[in-house]
């Protein structure tokens, strides 16, 4: 299993402490001082869990060709910078049949919790962050990026181009987040 844009390992370790839990996860991000956290979370646990964390860019997935089974996405293709490329990427080194989840936030469809959401999104989220991190751009970047990725119909046509099949989004938390899922042919 292949946990692209891990981050400080959270899904990764989810992953192993799952039943059934996955026998192996390399963990994959950009980001040095996030894998650094994770790799505490790694050490704190005592004997080592079958993760491993790699720096990585997800537009080029330091794996071979099909050699993983599944690919999960936490909260972090958002953040990648040609996401049609990690597509690709994604689709590269999954083995036929291998499966793709990922979760990432969404704007609601329904305009009422639309407008609710987009409210406390872009006002009171970027206060309450300021406030607790006492930097004034804490969670700035969040209601930005959310807005600049594309919708789940625009992103699930993404993951058809890249060559998936049997693409879903499935809307979470009244379309705050959605998982999507697909399957490689």
């Not at 407008?115 to 989220?125: G, I």
Request: net charge positive; hydrophobic share 45%.
């Amino acid at each position: 299993m292949i946990d692209l844009c891990t981050g400080t390992a959270d899904l990764a370790l989810a992953a192993v402490d799952a039943r059934p839990g996955a026998g192996r996860v390399l963990g994959i991000d950009f980001a040095s001082a996030m894998l650094r956290v994770g790799l505490e979370k790694l050490r704190a646990r005592g004997a080592p869990p079958p993760v491993t964390l790699v720096r990585g860019d997800a537009t080029r997935i330091p794996v071979a060709d099909r050699a993983a089974d599944v690919v999960t996405i936490g909260f972090g293709i958002r953040n990648v910078e040609g996401t049609a490329t990690a597509g690709g990427e994604i689709f590269r080194v999954l083995k036929p049949g291998g499966r793709l989840a990922i979760l990432e936030f969404a704007i609601p469809r329904a305009s009422g919790i639309r407008a609710a959401y987009l409210w406390y999104f872009n006002r009171v989220l970027p206060r309450i962050g300021r406030l607790v991190s006492r930097h004034n751009a804490a969670y700035g970047y969040l209601p930005a990026s959310v807005g600049a990725f594309p919708s789940p119909d625009e992103f699930m046509k993404i993951l058809r181009q890249s060559g998936f099949a049997n693409v879903r989004a499935i809307p979470l938390t009244f379309g705050i987040v959605c998982l999507y899922t697909a399957r490689k042919p």
